[in-house]
């Protein structure tokens, strides 16, 4: 995708790093020639960035710049790591080009944003991968002025999510759940009681956090899960389906093109032909 300024290269999401050929292609020692943010949900294990290496923690971003080795090392596979990668070039943007120049603000990564930021994330990599135009320009600068909003956030000395702003246990708790169980048809007093709230409760604080009820955020969470296996995966749509618990392919079909503005077939497609990074070849043994 070519663009005056800012490019995104290329925008995924790995629901969960396990199984040979999708651990060797995303723990491979790797550089680029362009900025890599990874931004971790969750799961066991280390993030080699450089000459440090950090245990990963849901919530936390990390800029590995170009030229620099990065790699991850997946530790527990009951645990499996959860993550968004984006990779990125702003040689021909000078305002962001300075921001990523600053010697600074490099040296202020890992970020803590909190995992209510996996909402943001998921929205620029939807309008990424979608085949309209203007979806794919609003990504670029709704990107750019994330990277804005941590410049500021560092050069005000202050922490991009504030005290008391992080998750509450509850919410952890309910999206451990919903992670657990994103193939099976569960319902929200369940939820609720599983972790000793009411469903008003849990109702608010999915709200106030994310601005969406509890179950749009399952619906969401499992929409996610499939692009993800749609490009980290050779199963076919009809097993993608089952996998994540849909009663029919069809079904699955419109509820993933409401989601995302492409059918599985088509968004499993496009990926692939527009990819720089010959990415499905880390589907092969």
């Known amino acids: 995708m070519a663009w005056d300024g800012l490019t995104i290269e290329d925008i995924v999401f790995v629901h969960s790093l396990r199984g040979r050929p999708l651990v060797h292609w995303h723990t491979r020692r790797h550089t680029h020639e362009a900025h ?4 971790f949900l969750g799961g066991s294990g280390r993030f080699e960035n450089g000459n440090t290496t950090h245990t990963i923690t849901g919530g936390h971003l990390f800029l590995s710049p170009p030229g620099v080795i990065h790699q991850i090392h997946p530790e527990d596979p009951e645990q499996p790591i959860a993550y968004y990668a984006v990779l990125f070039d702003a040689r021909e943007d000078e305002d962001v080009s300075a921001i990523l120049d600053d010697r600074g603000f490099l040296g ?14 998921e929205d620029l990599k939807n309008k990424f991968a979608h085949p309209d135009a203007y979806r794919n320009n609003a990504a670029r600068h709704q990107f750019a002025s994330f990277v804005y909003d ?5 050069v005000e000395g202050r922490r991009v999510v504030a005290d008391g702003d992080e998750y509450s246990v509850h919410l952890d708790r309910a999206i451990a759940l919903f992670q657990r169980r ?40 499992r929409m996610e899960t499939a692009g993800s ?18 009663s029919n392919p069809f079904h699955f079909s419109r509820s993933f093109k409401a989601f995302s503005g ?19 070849t880390k589907l092969t043994d």
């Open 262 to 280: 492409a059918s599985p077939r088509e968004f499993r497609r496009d990926y692939y032909r527009r990819n720089p990074m010959e990415y499905s």
């Open 36 to 39: 890599e943010f990874h931004f």
């Open 150 to 154: 941590l410049y500021a956030a560092f």
């Open 229 to 246: 296996m749609l490009i980290n995966s050779r199963l076919s749509i009809k097993e993608i389906s089952y996998e994540l618990g849909f």
């Open 182 to 221: 994103i193939a099976e048809a569960v319902r929200l007093p369940e939820i609720a009681g599983a972790i000793g709230i009411t469903p008003e409760h849990l109702i608010r604080l999915f709200s106030d956090r994310f601005g969406v009820t509890p179950m749009q955020y399952f619906r969401r969470l």
């Open 108 to 121: 202020s990564f890992p970020v803590r944003l909190g995992t209510r930021q996996r909402l943001l994330f």
